[in-house]
């Protein structure tokens, strides 16, 4: 059960008579969604109530693991807007880095971590200044209860948060927390994770019409506005008809009911294309509906050739094979191929069906197969071949060119050699 686990006690609330204080038992923060995380952390904080809140993603519950108090914020009320407005900004920002307090002056404490203020909605809606961090406080200044824009915890919270808040870790500065019910987090949760199929589902098929319908009317990418952006993602279509999209590890970060942000690793896979990163989508509210602003791709290193996908491919391959079954084995074929005789794939499952039916007994093996990566999404298998029937036998070095997505692998190229 998704459980958010408060410090108040209920009971103590009812008998003090607090029945205008939200009770936070068995509600969850309206802030923080997920699927598919193991284990991730995002901070939570909390301007109206001076509190923040450690939120660990624990298999897609998100469950308050510690609380801070005493906190102070900007000198004036509401989110930022403008350099030296000494307001504490609004919205989904990343920890950029760590500084120790060696590195500080006093008035910053034990230590500070510098957010990404402005975020990339920010800069499209105009909003101005820097600076805003998440820092300690001079002790010896007992006096000071506000700060210029920044949030300052206490000393001894702030070393805490050094070995907890990594690079890139969500910070959420809401102007209030919105506790709810879990059924209602639930509805929520599918509304929002629904909104990102959609955007998943326009890009993969190409309906732009549909993918227009999601923009801001102030969406903007790169220097490119909404039609420029369209206009490239039908080019790229055109060129590259076929395509795999996959998120994985989603994140739904959202400051209030106006503001979304969506982070997940994305892996984007066509012909000779492979791509994998973090992707960062920023929503805002437009007539009603949460509508994309923008955009933001951080390639990630490419994952280590999958070479359990492979054996796996020739697995099947060389089964259907000794199987003499043509139709699972010319499966495993491009509509693209040419053999070494430039047969098309028409041409060369006709010879191979003619082979399957005089050579019912053939038996195929392999083995020293080597893999090389070719680029984006091909590879090349080379291996020896033994073949072996009552009317014919060989031995040879096979070389097959294998290009696709994820369980979409097709071999585009044979040749052989004989040994």
């Known amino acids: 059960m998704l459980q958010l686990k408060s410090r108040i006690l209920v009971g103590c609330l009812i008998s003090l008579g607090l029945s205008h204080v939200a009770v936070l038992a068995q509600t969850l923060p309206a802030h923080v969604f997920s699927q598919g995380v193991e284990r991730a952390k995002v901070l939570l904080v909390d301007k109206a109530a001076r509190q923040a809140h450690l939120i660990e993603i624990q298999d897609d519950q998100p469950v308050n693991v510690r609380s801070y108090t005493d906190l102070l914020f900007g000198e004036n009320d509401g989110p930022k807007i403008t350099a030296g407005d000494k307001k504490t900004p609004e919205g989904v920002y990343q920890v950029a880095r760590y500084l120790s307090g060696a590195e500080l002056d ?3 404490g034990a230590g500070a971590f510098p957010l990404n203020y402005p975020n990339p909605v920010d800069r499209i809606e105009g909003r101005a200044g820097s600076g805003i961090w998440l820092h300690g406080r001079d002790d010896a200044d007992r006096e000071k209860i506000v700060t210029r824009g920044c949030v300052a915890f206490t000393n001894p919270d702030i070393a805490g948060l050094k070995d907890i808040l990594t690079e890139n870790t969500p910070v959420v500065l809401a102007s209030r927390i919105n ?5 209602e987090y639930v509805r929520e949760r ?10 998943l589902e326009a890009w993969r098929t190409g309906d732009f019409a549909a993918l227009d319908g999601l923009l801001h009317s102030e969406f903007r990418v790169g220097g ?14 055109q060129a590259v008809p076929q395509r795999v999209i996959n998120a994985q590890d989603i994140q739904v970060l959202r400051e209030d009911k106006d503001q979304v942000m969506y982070q997940y690793t994305q892996s984007y896979c066509a012909d000779n294309i492979y791509t994998r990163g973090t992707k960062q989508l920023y929503f805002k509210v437009q007539d009603g509906q949460l509508k994309l602003v923008t955009e933001r791709f951080s390639p990630l290193p490419t994952l280590p050739m999958d070479e359990a996908r492979l054996s796996n491919f020739m697995s099947t391959w060389l089964q259907s094979w000794n199987d003499n079954d043509i139709q699972n084995y010319i499966r495993h074929y491009s509509p693209q191929f040419k053999d070494s005789k430039g047969r098309d794939l028409a041409g060369y499952k006709a010879y191979k069906a003619g082979v399957f039916r005089q050579r019912p007994d053939q038996r195929i093996g392999i083995e020293q197969v080597r893999v090389t990566p070719l680029r984006g999404n091909k590879y090349q298998l080379e291996f020896t071949q033994t073949y072996t029937s009552r009317a014919y036998r060989d031995k040879g070095k096979k070389t097959l ?3 696709g997505c994820q369980d979409e692998l097709r071999i585009e190229k044979e040749t052989w050699a004989a040994l």
């Open 179 to 183: 506790y709810v019910s879990e059924p």
């Open 106 to 108: 006093a008035r910053y």
């Open 401 to 403: 060119i294998v290009n």
């Open 190 to 199: 599918e509304q929002l994770l629904g909104l990102l199929d959609d955007y």
């Open 224 to 237: 490119k506005d909404r039609a420029a952006w369209l206009e490239r993602k039908q080019w790229i279509h």
